[in-house]
């Protein structure tokens, strides 16, 4: 008999973090899905085929019998709904919305504070070498130039130390709220782990990529909730293997990354 194939296709990257937010929610809910990899560092995010698909170029996409989800927040919920056992949102109103501003709070503050560390730590290794118009050619169809921007200073430059520490600053601030939150409930929507603390398992396991999980134990008020986060068998089972992950940050350049974290001139009040 032949084995049917899992009516959820997630097309997504292993090393993003708007996808790792996606895949722990179907590892939270045990749902089986079809992994369908769109590699972004070869642009096929940026392909007509793709693009047909989402408009806006980015991954995660769902397809659920052939309806098609976009937003990772979106797509969250939208499995809640679709498969009600294993529910990651609060029944109390107040929680529930707790939950969305969080959930709202990832994508509008943590994922751009860390998009400048991945692009300046990570994703530079691989444009270090090459030409302008050759660059040109894989961006020029990116639905977002502000994204497309941010590739072209990758090219001809070095390292911008000052946007590292720029976001360094904003990680700070993020895990401080975050210790705000947990000093007073378990989870951060309240007595129950949701959706807003799956979203979360993407921040943790990119500090921890970026050699930057140090920021963590500065706010101790998070060891708690942290040592729960990661003990959680979804945290592992959705991270990607090491050869799917992008390139590790540069000794050298952690090493004055480390130096700067411990000078006044780049802590935050």
Known sequence: MKEEKPALTLYHDWD???????????AEKQLPWQSQRVVLRNFEHLQPDYLRLNPNGVVPTLVHQQRVIIESSVINEYLDDAFPANPLRPVAAEDKAKMRQWCKYFDDE??????????????????????????????????????????????????????????IDRVRKIIRNVAQRVSHTPWLAGPDYS???????????????????CL????????????RLLARPAFKLVQPATDLRMPSPKPEIMTRVRQGLLTSAYQTD
């Open 216 to 227: 963590w134990q500065e706010v101790p008020e998070t060891t708690d909730w942290l040592r």
């Open 195 to 213: 959706l807003a603390d799956t979203a979360s398992m993407a921040l943790v396991d990119r500090l921890q990529r970026l050699q930057l999980d």
């Open 16 to 26: 993003s973090l708007m996808s790792f937010k996606v895949r722990a929610c179907l």
């Open 110 to 167: 943590i994922h751009p504070a860390l998009r400048p560390l991945t692009f300046e730590l990570m994703i530079r290794q691989r444009f270090q070498k090459m030409q302008k118009t050759q660059l040109e050619q894989l961006v020029q169809a990116h639905p977002m130039p502000q994204r497309a921007q941010a590739f072209r200073k990758l090219v001809g430059t070095d390292t911008d130390m000052a946007a590292v520490f720029n976001a």
